[in-house]
C-alpha cells in the first residue's frame, strides 16, 4: 500500500504560479509518481510523470509551463505550474505506479484543487 499527501494549490491568476507537492509512503524512488487532472466535465488526464529511473513525461499541454521533480530524501514529487492558464484549472491528483508480482498497483491522492482566474 502507497498513501499519498498532497499539498499546494489553490487560487492564481493567469500567467501566474503555483506548486503542488505530494508526499509518499514509500521510497519515492522505487515508484512512478507523478500528478494527472480532471476538470469538471471531463475526463482525468496524465499531467507529468516521473518514473522509479527519472524519466519524465509531459502532457503536451504542459510542456515547456510545468516542471516535475522528485526529493528522495523527503519521498516527495513535486509540480511546479508556470504561466498558468484558465484551462489549467481542474483537480490534481497525486498518482503512484508501484510494481508488485505480475501486476502494477496504482495508487491516488484524495486531490487538491486548482484555480486559474482569467
Known amino acids: 500500500q502507497v498513501q499519498l499527501v498532497e499539498s499546494g494549490g489553490g487560487l492564481a491568476q493567469a500567467g501566474g504560479s503555483l506548486r503542488l507537492s505530494c508526499e509518499a509512503s514509500?521510497?519515492?524512488?522505487?515508484?512512478?509518481a507523478g500528478w494527472y487532472r480532471q476538470a469538471p466535465g471531463k475526463e482525468r488526464e496524465l499531467v507529468a510523470t516521473i518514473s522509479s529511473g527519472g524519466r519524465i513525461n509531459y502532457a503536451d499541454s504542459v510542456k515547456g509551463r510545468f516542471i516535475i521533480s522528485r526529493q528522495n530524501t523527503k519521498n516527495t514529487v513535486t509540480l511546479q505550474m508556470n504561466s498558468l492558464k484558465p484551462e489549467d484549472t481542474a483537480v490534481y491528483y497525486c498518482h503512484a505506479n508501484r510494481p508488485a508480482v505480475g501486476a502494477t498497483l496504482t495508487f491516488w491522492g484524495p486531490g487538491t484543487q486548482v484555480t486559474v482566474s482569467s
Open positions: 514509500v521510497k519515492i524512488f522505487t515508484i512512478t
